[in-house]
């Protein structure tokens, strides 16, 4: 039984499109994160979301926004996808400042 | 800012061999530090948290230490396996929130 689990495991699409990317944790935390790995495999917060509060990380473009639809589910919405966007994306869950849980990952190519 | 340096940037080691994987950081206000392990092609797997009140953490044979003031952490893996190559990831909050900012991560590979 999968703590964190994210949907696609990969997603290849256009330069231009809309897509988005679904993570879901039965783990029952109460923070909800997504994050971006680049191809030099370095690991970078995008986002932070709890029932109260939403954190974004400065660098993140606006065409990227995270929606909850309830505590469970944390889904990335991306907008006018660029090639610079392809990266894996991860999502995660803890509760409080305890261990963090990762999804499998979302490997993003944009052509 | 923060920054977090992770050294060597890769290892290897024969089988059998204990070794010790270094982070460093630069702001000492943490609360926690974790340490990650993340396979090719797949997600990350939390390790072990040392909360900033502890000096060490084990598991198995596994033991991470974090000393605040000089802003460091080692892990320490015992009786080195193939099993244990991977890549290690250290991770600290960011100030104020549970937002981790993580190092480079260290490429080990356990040699048969």
């Known amino acids: 039984d999968t703590a964190v689990s994210q949907t696609p495991k990969y997603l290849v699409t256009q330069m231009g499109n809309d897509k988005s990317i679904k993570c879901e944790q039965n783990l029952g935390h109460d923070t909800m994160y997504w994050y971006k790995q680049d191809s030099k495999k370095f690991l970078k917060i995008m986002f932070s979301y709890n029932n109260k509060e939403l954190i974004i990380n400065e660098t993140v473009p606006n065409r990227f926004s995270p929606k909850s639809p309830d505590k469970a589910h944390l889904n990335l919405h991306i907008n006018s996808l660029e090639l610079g966007d392809s990266a894996v994306y991860f999502c995660?869950?803890?509760?409080?400042?305890?261990?963090?849980?990762f999804g499998q990952g979302t490997r993003l190519t944009v052509v | 800012k923060q920054e977090v340096t992770q050294i060597p940037a890769a290892l290897s080691v024969p089988e059998g061999e204990n070794l010790v994987l270094n982070c460093s950081f630069t702001d000492s206000a943490i609360y926690n530090l974790q340490w990650f392990r993340q396979d090719p092609g797949k997600g990350l797997t939390s390790l072990l948290l040392?909360?900033?009140?502890?000096r060490e953490q084990t598991s198995g044979r596994l033991n991470a230490s974090l000393d605040k003031s000089s802003g460091r952490s080692t892990l320490y893996i015992a009786a080195s396996q193939p099993g244990d190559s991977a890549t290690y990831l250290c991770a600290v909050p960011l100030t104020g929130a549970n937002n981790l900012f993580f190092g480079t991560g260290t490429r080990l590979t356990v040699i048969p």
């Open positions: 995660a869950s803890s509760q409080m400042t305890d261990k963090a849980f």
């Open positions: 040392i909360q900033s009140s502890q």
